[in-house]
Structure formats: C-alpha cells, structure tokens
C-alpha cells in the first residue's frame, strides 16, 4: 500500500512515497520556489539518482500535478496507477488544543485547521494550501493531518501556563504549545527500543537541534514539558531565533528604536541567534570553523548554546524526578560532537558520561549511544524520522476507509 507524505510550506512541498506497512520509501523529492521565478522540482526514485527540472509552478495545485505525474512516470516513476495511492499525509504545524492525536482530514478538521491560523500564522495557511489542492486533484483520497504540537498536549496546565493575566489564556489561547512533536515522539519511542525498554517507564530529555531547536521532557511516552511556546521563539539559541529573553528588553529595544510589533518579530525571528550573535553566519558549521580560527563571537554561540541546552536538561530532570535517557536529534543534534560533548560535561552530576570516541563517531546519519559504559544516564543519538511517523499515522487513521 502506497502513502503519500506532504510537508507543504509557503512555497515549497515535500513529498515522500512510502511502501507500508514494510515503512520503505519507494521515491521522494522537493518542489522549490512555488508561486516565485526559477520554481524547480527534484525527485528521486530509490535506488535511482536524483532528477531536477525547471518548471513553471505558480501554485501547490500545479506542483502536485507534477508530483503525481513523476510518481506516475514511466521511468522515474514508483507506481502505474492512481488506485495504488492509498492515501496522503499532511504534516501541519499547529492543532492548537483541539488535536491530541493525527486526525482524517474532513471539512470540521479544515474549519479546525483554519481556525488556529493566528496561532501559525505562516505555516498552517501553507499546510491547508497542500491538503486543499490534493483534495481538488484526488478528490476520493483520504487525507490525515499529523499535527507538530499534538505530542504536546499531554503537558499540564503547570507547564504550559504563561504567568499573564488568565484572561489571555481564555481570549488569546495564550500558553505554551511546543513544536517538533512529531519529531520528539519519534526519537523517545526509538529511544525506549534501543534501550530494550517500554517507553512507559522512563524518563527521557529529548532534544530536537536544527535551525529550529527544542528540548522535550518525555516522562512515561508522554510530553510534559518543552522549551518552546507560544511561538517558536524561545528556549535555546537558534540560527536565526533569540531564544529565550526578558520580555521587558525586547519591550525596552521597541520604545527605544521606535519599532512595531512586525519589525520587533522580524527581529526576534529571523535577525538574531547564531546569526545575530556571531555577525557570521545561521549554519553552526560556519560557527564551529570561525571558533576554531579563534572568533570570540563565534565562541560565545557555541558556549552559549551548549550551556543552554544543559540547563533545559537539569530542569526536565527535575520536572520529571529523574533522568535515564538524552537524545540528541535534528542537524546539531546529529551532526555536532562538540556541542553534545559540551553539554554532557555539565551533567556529569547527574551521572551522564560521554564517550568521546563514540561520540566523535556519530556523525551523518549514524544512529547509537555515546555514553560510556559506566554513565548512569544513556546518551543516544537518533537521527529524526517525521515522515515515518506521519505515514505510520496515516496508515493506521486511513486503513479502516480502504
Ligand atoms: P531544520 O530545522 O531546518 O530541519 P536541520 O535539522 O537540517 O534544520 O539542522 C540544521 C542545522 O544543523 C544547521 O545549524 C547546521 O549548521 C547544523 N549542522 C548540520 N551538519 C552539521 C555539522 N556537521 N556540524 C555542525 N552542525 C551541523
């Protein structure tokens, strides 16, 4: 049975084509550039190499056609007939608190969708644009939405509260959401599985490290808490995101600098971080190769970072009243032995022991543990897989409709 995995964002789509239930993906590919000059497709069918056209793409409409006739192909393609797809499934960055769980897509979950809009204001519009032009185009196909705050919707009111007036709670749905959901459940399930454990019993700090960053306490299978909020601004140092701030600064720089709320956004959103700290650059490669030549600025991202991510973790041990597991995922997570190795020094406390050869190894994909022998706390490394758990649920949302 074929499943069709969507992440649409404003102007781009990303498609996996999974094999289920053997979970093998039969081809994948980007649509770059929708709506804009110089729109490009890139596909690959697994096992072959990676195809790219230019193509005029002015909308997600027109850029599923190209997926499905690609899919479709007589030689790229994967599948010899429309009837093999047997479903779609949309990643959509915000259910507010109406979506614990993956839902099939109906018009009451798009009038859903639609209304947690002002919470996403960029990216659900997006992820409706892609199920709204798959519906016109394959009008018979079931549809599942896989929220990024769903996971989060086990924590209590005690973490997810802001300390605001409550009126803003009830008027704004002003609280703490969480994002990379998907991604935290992935990496504490296959986490408890390396482990040779049920989920159920431990106490596991994931932590979710790419251009956007956040870190999960996951007590049980269960979120409890998380570093990001409301928005995706606070927690950790990010590429191009602040992370948290006295809020009477950032009102401060306002009154100061005579700046709207867009303006004081843009800021806080795409102008600071690693970016707007160092003055180099939001990829932590650039960081890590100007603080080996001995950049100072560069050298307080990487100090900072590292320290944040560690103080998250000593607070989630708290919150949960213990700590047998830290994953590190996403492109940092992955990919950095430095900044793993940095923060682990700070929990040696707590019982964590980092392996440095083990960790020095753990690189591009490579998936493991990089605690030594004797650390009391297991240290893993998992590369994250959002795909697989959205097709996962649109199999098992969709099945019972086939
Ligand atoms: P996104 O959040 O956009 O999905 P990724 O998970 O791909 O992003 O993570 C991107 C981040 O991972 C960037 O900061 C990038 O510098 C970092 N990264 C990727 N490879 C490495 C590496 N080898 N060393 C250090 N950082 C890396």
């Given at each position: 049975?074929?499943?069709?995995?969507?992440?649409?964002?404003?102007?781009?789509?990303?498609?996996?084509?999974?094999?289920?239930?053997?979970?093998?993906?039969?081809?994948?590919?980007?649509?770059?550039?929708?709506?804009?000059?110089?729109?490009?497709?890139?596909?690959?069918?697994?096992?072959?190499?990676?195809?790219?056209?230019?193509?005029d793409i002015p909308n997600h409409k027109v850029a599923l056609k190209y997926v499905v006739d690609l899919l479709l192909d007589g030689d790229e393609g994967v599948i010899a007939s429309l009837n093999e797809l047997a479903a779609a499934g949309h990643r959509v960055v915000h259910g507010g608190e109406k979506f614990a769980s993956s839902v099939l897509v109906d018009d009451d979950v798009i009038e859903a969708i639609e209304e947690c809009v002002p919470l996403a204001p960029l990216h659900n519009p997006?992820?409706?644009?892609?199920?709204?032009?798959?519906?016109?185009?394959?009008?018979?196909?079931?549809?599942?939405?896989?929220?990024?705050?769903?996971?989060?919707?086990?924590?209590?009111?005690?973490?997810?509260?802001?300390?605001?007036?409550?009126?803003?709670?009830?008027?704004?749905?002003?609280?703490?959401?969480?994002?990379?959901?998907?991604?935290?459940?992935?990496?504490?399930?296959?986490?408890?599985?390396?482990?040779?454990?049920?989920?159920?019993?431990?106490?596991?700090?994931?932590?979710?490290?790419?251009?956007?960053?956040?870190?999960?306490?996951?007590?049980?299978?269960?979120?409890?808490?998380?570093?990001?909020?409301?928005?995706?601004?606070?927690?950790?140092?990010?590429?191009?995101?602040?992370?948290?701030?006295?809020?009477?600064?950032?009102?401060?720089?306002?009154?100061?600098?005579?700046?709207?709320?867009?303006?004081?956004?843009?800021?806080?959103?795409?102008?600071?971080?690693?970016?707007?700290?160092?003055?180099?650059?939001?990829?932590?490669?650039?960081?890590?190769?100007?603080?080996?030549?001995?950049?100072?600025?560069?050298?307080?991202?990487?100090?900072?970072?590292?320290?944040?991510?560690?103080?998250?973790?000593?607070?989630?041990?708290?919150?949960?009243?213990?700590?047998?597991?830290?994953?590190?995922?996403?492109?940092?997570?992955?990919?950095?032995?430095?900044?793993?190795?940095?923060?682990?020094?700070?929990?040696?406390?707590?019982?964590?022991?980092?392996?440095?050869?083990?960790?020095?190894?753990?690189?591009?994909?490579?998936?493991?543990?990089?605690?030594?022998?004797?650390?009391?706390?297991?240290?893993?490394?998992?590369?994250?897989?959002?795909?697989?758990?959205?097709?996962?649920?649109?199999?098992?949302?969709?099945?019972?409709?086939?």
């Amino acid at each position: 049975m074929k499943i069709l995995v969507l992440n649409c964002g404003s102007s781009s789509l990303k498609y996996q084509l999974f094999d289920m239930p053997q979970e093998t993906v039969a081809a994948k590919g980007l649509v770059e550039r929708i709506g804009i000059e110089g729109s490009r497709i890139k596909h690959t069918r697994t096992g072959s190499s990676t195809i790219s056209k230019d193509a005029d793409i002015p909308n997600h409409k027109v850029a599923l056609k190209y997926v499905v006739d690609l899919l479709l192909d007589g030689d790229e393609g994967v599948i010899a007939s429309l009837n093999e797809l047997a479903a779609a499934g949309h990643r959509v960055v915000h259910g507010g608190e109406k979506f614990a769980s993956s839902v099939l897509v109906d018009d009451d979950v798009i009038e859903a969708i639609e209304e947690c809009v002002p919470l996403a204001p960029l990216h659900n519009p997006a992820n409706l644009t892609g199920i709204r032009a798959m519906k016109e185009l394959l009008p018979d196909l079931p549809q599942v939405a896989v929220f990024d705050t769903a996971f989060h919707q086990t924590m209590p009111p005690k973490a997810y509260m802001y300390g605001l007036p409550y009126r803003y709670y009830t008027t704004y749905k002003g609280r703490r959401y969480g994002f990379h959901g998907t991604s935290h459940y992935y990496v504490a399930n296959r986490a408890a599985q390396l482990m040779g454990k049920p989920v159920e019993g431990l106490k596991i700090v994931t932590c979710h490290l790419g251009n956007g960053s956040s870190i999960t306490a996951v007590d049980g299978g269960v979120s409890v808490d998380t570093s990001l909020g409301f928005g995706t601004v606070p927690g950790v140092i990010m590429g191009t995101r602040s992370g948290d701030v006295d809020p009477t600064l950032v009102l401060h720089i306002m009154e100061q600098e005579n700046l709207s709320a867009a303006n004081m956004s843009h800021i806080l959103h795409k102008e600071s971080g690693f970016l707007g700290l160092s003055g180099i650059s939001s990829d932590l490669r650039d960081i890590e190769e100007a603080m080996e030549k001995g950049n100072e600025r560069a050298t307080l991202v990487v100090e900072m970072l590292a320290y944040g991510i560690a103080k998250f973790i000593g607070a989630y041990a708290a919150a949960m009243r213990g700590l047998d597991c830290i994953v590190f995922t996403a492109g940092i997570g992955e990919n950095s032995p430095l900044v793993r190795e940095k923060v682990c020094d700070y929990l040696e406390f707590l019982g964590v022991l980092c392996d440095k050869d083990k960790n020095g190894a753990m690189i591009r994909g490579n998936e493991g543990e990089i605690s030594g022998g004797a650390s009391r706390v297991k240290v893993l490394v998992i590369p994250t897989n959002e795909e697989l758990v959205i097709a996962r649920d649109t199999y098992r949302d969709s099945v019972k409709y086939l």
